[in-house]
Every structure is written in structure tokens, then in C-alpha cells.
């Protein structure tokens, strides 16, 4: 379900994407937006590793220094049928998890130390179930992908108004009078908005998904629930300090939110994720 979701987004995405770009200069300004975006978003996905650990703070720990987690994430690799990936810790009170790595071979997860100290062992493991679903489903890859096509929809529309405020720019000469003027207008201010709205809801779908991979991969779907009850409290307790580009990786949103935060947020209601997993468990038939 979470998969076909995120399809019609892409594909969603994708036809924004077509709609400006022929507004504005036909197939050339498609070409034009896509190659700029691409060429930007291929840097970030194979350092996309490097720039969320280092913004973040994190350090790779030894099995020495912390062998609980490391037997941990590798019980939960085997379950999942994927290499170990690099065990992170950040030294931080606020409960929170990570992954992060361009595929299986090269992924990354990382752990606050708040989220060692609160949660009982079958809590962290259905944690660390949630963030290698989130490699098994290769969202890192569908993020990059979903940022190219909205950069390149930001890219045209920024282009665009340029172009309106020295007379030039798009297809408007295919339009007639103020209409056309108004037309083109609504096109370049709210596709912008249209992109963004996708991508918070591609980013939303992931989680759900990382939600049923890990519930399916540690066979403790309730586990996980009571496990985002508990990061959910300390997270809103105390917040961490990111930097909002980033915080999209997180199992929950690591800033303060308000109303308006949380309608555009990247991360579902906690209290949704929770309602599906205890239906997954029933299900499932586990009631511990």
C-alpha cells in the first residue's frame, strides 16, 4: 500500500514537473530544470552518509565499546537478509534513531544515547527493525529521487518569475491578456507549493513503510508502538538541535513543532503510526 502510494506521488511529482517545464519553455526547460537538479542531488546521494552523520553529530562506536547495540543491529541485519550496517551513537538526551547510507552495503545507523537509556531491549531492537526497513526499502534512493524532481520544479518556477519581472519567460505568448498573465502566475507560485506538499507526503509514506518492514522484520510490531510513545514524550521533552534538512531521517520529528509545523511536517502523527502498528499486531496475532 505504502509502495503504490509513493509511485502515484513520483508519478504525481513527475507530471508537475512536465507541466511546468512545458509552460515555460517547452521540452528544452523540462531538460534545462532536470539536468541542473540531477546534477546537485547526485553529490548529496553518495554523500548523503557523511553530511546527515557529521550534521548530526555522530560517531561510529566498536563492538567493544558498545556490544549490546552492535549484537542488536546485527541480529536485526540477519533478519532482514542484509549486511551489518556501521553502528553510529549521538551524545544526546533526546531520544532518536536514524539510518542513513546510499544502499545496503553502505548503510549507516545511528542511535542518541537518550534512546539507549529509556527504551528496554525489545523496544531498541524493533527501533533499529524500523530504520533497516528504511535501507531494505531503499528510501534513501527515493528521496534523492524525489528531490531532483521537486528542485527542478523549484529550479523553473524561480526561473520563471524571474523572467516575468524583465518580460520574458514561458509560454505566455499562448495565452491571451490578463487571463494568461493570471494563468501563468498561478502555475509558477503553486507548483512550487504543489512539490513540496508531494514530497512531505513521499516522506510520510516512507515512514509508514519503514513502520511495516520493521514491525514485519522483528516480528514485534508492539514493541515499536510502545517504543515511538516513548521517543515521541522525550523528543517533545527535549528537543534536538539539527538542521532541518536532515530531520526528515529521523524515526520522529526531532524539533519543537506547533500547529502549523505539524501540518507540514515530514513525519506522520505518532498516534497514526501507533493505531497501524497495534492493527499490524492484531493481525499478526502478537499481543506482546
Known amino acids: 500500500m505504502n509502495q503504490a502510494k509513493t509511485v502515484f506521488l513520483l508519478v504525481l511529482l513527475t507530471g508537475l514537473l512536465l507541466v511546468l517545464g512545458w509552460a515555460f519553455g517547452g521540452t528544452i526547460g523540462i531538460i534545462m530544470a532536470f539536468a541542473f537538479s540531477l546534477a546537485m542531488n547526485v553529490g548529496t546521494y553518495w554523500f548523503s552518509d557523511r553530511l546527515a552523520?557529521?550534521?548530526?553529530?555522530?560517531?561510529?562506536?566498536?563492538?567493544q565499546d558498545q556490544p549490546q547495540l552492535h549484537?542488536?543491529?546485527?541480529?536485526?541485519?540477519?533478519?532482514?537478509?542484509?549486511p551489518k550496517p556501521k553502528v553510529y551513537v549521538v551524545q544526546n538526551d533526546s531520544p532518536n534513531a536514524f539510518a542513513t547510507g546510499r544502499n545496503p552495503k553502505h548503510a549507516v545507523v545511528a542511535v542518541t544515547t537518550g534512546i539507549m537509556r529509556i527504551l528496554d531491549p525489545e523496544e531498541l531492537k524493533a527501533v533499529i527493525a524500523h530504520e533497516i526497513g528504511h535501507v531494505r526499502n531503499r528510501d534513501i534512493l527515493v528521496s534523492t529521487i524525489v528531490a531532483t524532481v521537486a528542485g527542478a520544479i523549484m529550479f523553473l518556477a524561480s526561473i520563471a518569475r524571474w523572467g516575468?519581472?524583465?518580460?520574458?519567460?514561458?509560454?505566455?505568448?499562448?495565452?491571451?491578456g490578463a487571463f494568461g498573465l493570471v494563468l501563468w502566475?498561478?502555475?509558477?507560485?503553486?507548483?512550487?507549493?504543489?512539490?513540496?506538499?508531494?514530497?512531505?507526503a513521499v516522506s510520510r509514506a516512507r515512514e509508514y513503510g519503514a513502520d511495516e518492514t520493521g514491525a514485519e522484520i522483528s516480528g514485534r510490531p508492539l514493541a515499536l508502538a510502545s517504543a515511538l510513545r516513548k521517543i515521541q514524550m522525550g523528543a517533545s521533552m527535549r528537543p534536538?538541535?539539527?538542521?532541518?534538512?536532515?530531520?526528515?531521517?529521523?524515526?520522529?520529528?526531532?524539533?519543537?513543532?506547533?500547529?502549523?509545523?505539524?501540518?507540514?511536517?515530514t513525519h506522520p502523527p505518532v498516534e497514526d503510526r501507533i493505531a497501524r502498528l497495534e492493527k499490524m499486531a492484531q493481525r499478526m496475532g502478537v499481543w506482546g
Open 185 to 200: 502566475l498561478v502555475i509558477i507560485i503553486l507548483a512550487p507549493i504543489a512539490a513540496m506538499l508531494i514530497r512531505m
Open 53 to 63: 552523520l557529521r550534521m548530526a553529530g555522530a560517531h561510529q562506536v566498536s563492538e
Open 164 to 176: 516575468l519581472l524583465f518580460g520574458f519567460g514561458g509560454r505566455r505568448d499562448s495565452n491571451s
Open 240 to 265: 534536538m538541535q539539527v538542521n532541518e534538512s536532515t530531520a526528515h531521517l529521523y524515526i520522529v520529528n526531532p524539533l519543537r513543532s506547533d500547529f502549523v509545523g505539524n501540518l507540514f511536517s
Open 71 to 82: 549484537r542488536m543491529v546485527q541480529e536485526v541485519a540477519d533478519m532482514a537478509r542484509l
